[in-house]
């Protein structure tokens, strides 16, 4: 059984995104946006499958639609939410590793929330 630390959520979350937007992961930061760094709504869709696959299905399959997509928006549930975080995304994640006991808490854990900062 594969279990995660906060630091190790955050370096896979970053790796992932800077790889699927092109981007420099100097440039993802906590309070970046998907939006901020480039992403529409294809990117985010194309994400959504790889941060689960990552995570090894240990998220819910409905966690990334509320993350990602406004559920205001009725018909058009792809439409990307500009507010939701990098932060938000990791502790949407955390969260859900929690739940289902694969989250290892530890020294690793300041590391990753001094350097997602």
Request: hydrophobic content about 40%.
């Amino acid at each position: 059984m594969t279990s995660f630390t906060e630091y190790e959520i955050f370096h896979l979350i970053r790796a992932a995104i800077a790889e699927d937007l092109s981007v420099d992961e100097a440039e993802i930061t906590s309070d970046k946006t998907l939006i901020d760094l480039g992403a529409d709504s294809i990117d985010i869709s194309e994400l959504n499958v790889r941060l689960k696959e990552i995570f090894e299905n240990y998220i819910p399959e409905n966690f990334f639609d509320e993350i990602f997509f406004n559920p205001n928006e009725g018909a058009n549930k792809h439409t990307p939410q500009d507010g939701f975080t990098i932060e938000t995304i990791m502790v949407g994640i955390r969260k859900h590793l929690q739940e289902t006991g694969k989250l290892e808490v530890g020294a690793s854990s300041r590391e990753a929330l001094l350097e997602i900062n």
